[in-house]
């Protein structure tokens, strides 16, 4: 029985051992991640208090709810409130790393930044937050942007070169003399003057950044168009009375996508990178938001904090091989000529 191109796809995929055990563990990596919340929190996920249940993870609770002194919002890793919370038949359910991204513990002892210890597994940076909960927040702010970022920038990229290729002539010019000229402009300096004109955020950046993602991948989709454009089946499409949006949209677009699936995870793995040397240089993201670049740029400020630089490294460096070795996946599956093993 003939397998469609699809399944033949995965199966070459599937094949391809280092690129599918790569997914496999990356996409277990995010999941957990995502919910990040659960597992690594400065709240507890529930409490039980007075024959009474709390969930601090989903509503702040002052800690005169607990039997404390203040109406302010309770600090669960105040040994008198914890004391509180698990005191006469009472208790609660901490997740298994006590703190969150920007969480500061008022009660540790060791200075900042400590080294990784019983109570922090990978130390804490300058100002006495938990390295590992600043990773994985981290990480996952850093998938989340590059998926939005190559999402956006791939669509862009799609739509117009595949208008370029389709259509030539006048359009074709006057988009490639734009191309020109904007690939031209000095794209650290423009981040550089936004940066000082507007507060730093996400989506600025995002927006920055989509306007000189397209570029790189309008050329191979309009090199895609204009190779198949003449082809026979495009042709009969013609005299069968389709239009150009009908014809671009079910026939040249799928046999012209083999550059761009390929070239996904690479462009991910470079929007990751783009973001971690913006945060490096402090032209990202906000300083209360969680990044590996901010991370970085700690571990060179305090060199004898070995640990912050070090785990930093690590985790860039095995999402980063682990986005390339899909890549390579992806390339082996779309290879028409590449066998499948059983």
């Not at 204009?226 to 799928?254: C, E, F, T």
Request: hydrophobic share 45%; net charge neutral; with cysteine.
């Amino acid at each position: 029985m003939s397998l469609s191109p699809r399944k033949r796809a995965w199966l070459r995929f599937k094949s391809h051992k280092r690129g599918y055990y790569s997914l496999i563990i990356f996409s277990i990596l995010f999941v957990c991640s995502l919910m990040v919340e659960l597992w690594s929190n400065d709240k507890p996920l529930v409490i039980s208090y007075e024959q009474q249940y709390y969930f601090p993870i989903l509503k702040n609770y002052n800690e005169t709810t607990f039997g404390g002194d203040f109406d302010t919002p309770a600090d669960f890793l105040d040994p008198y409130i914890k004391s509180k919370i698990t005191s006469n038949g009472n208790w609660a359910i901490y997740p298994l790393n006590p703190y969150s991204y920007n969480t500061i513990n008022e009660f540790d002892l060791l200075p900042n930044p400590a080294n990784p210890n019983s109570a922090h597994l990978l130390g804490t940076d300058d100002r006495g937050r938990d390295v590992f909960a600043r990773l994985v927040y981290g990480f996952r702010v850093s998938v989340l942007f590059g998926l939005v970022l190559t999402v956006v920038s791939t669509f862009v990229g799609i739509l117009l070169g595949a208008m370029q290729g389709f259509f030539g002539g006048k359009l074709d010019l006057i988009l490639q003399r734009i191309t020109e000229v904007w690939s031209g402009l000095p794209e650290l300096y423009l981040l550089i003057i936004f940066s000082s004109i507007f507060n730093p955020s996400l989506g600025l950046l995002l927006l920055l950044l989509v306007l000189f993602g397209w570029m790189g991948l309008a050329d191979y989709v309009r090199a895609e168009f204009l190779k198949n454009r003449k082809m026979d089946y495009v042709l009969a499409a013609r005299s069968m009375g389709l239009n150009a949006k009908q014809i671009m949209w079910r026939h040249l677009l799928p046999n012209s996508l083999t550059p761009v699936i390929s070239f996904l995870p690479f462009r991910i793995s470079g929007a990751v990178l783009a973001l971690t040397s913006l945060d490096f240089l402090g032209l990202g993201v906000p300083a209360s938001t969680p990044s590996l670049g901010e991370l970085l740029s700690q571990g060179k400020d305090n060199l004898d904090a070995w640990w912050i630089a070090l785990s930093t490294f690590c985790v860039l460096t095995i999402m980063l091989l682990l986005l390339s070795l899909m890549g390579e996946g992806l390339r082996a599956a779309l290879d028409n000529k590449g066998k499948i093993h059983e």
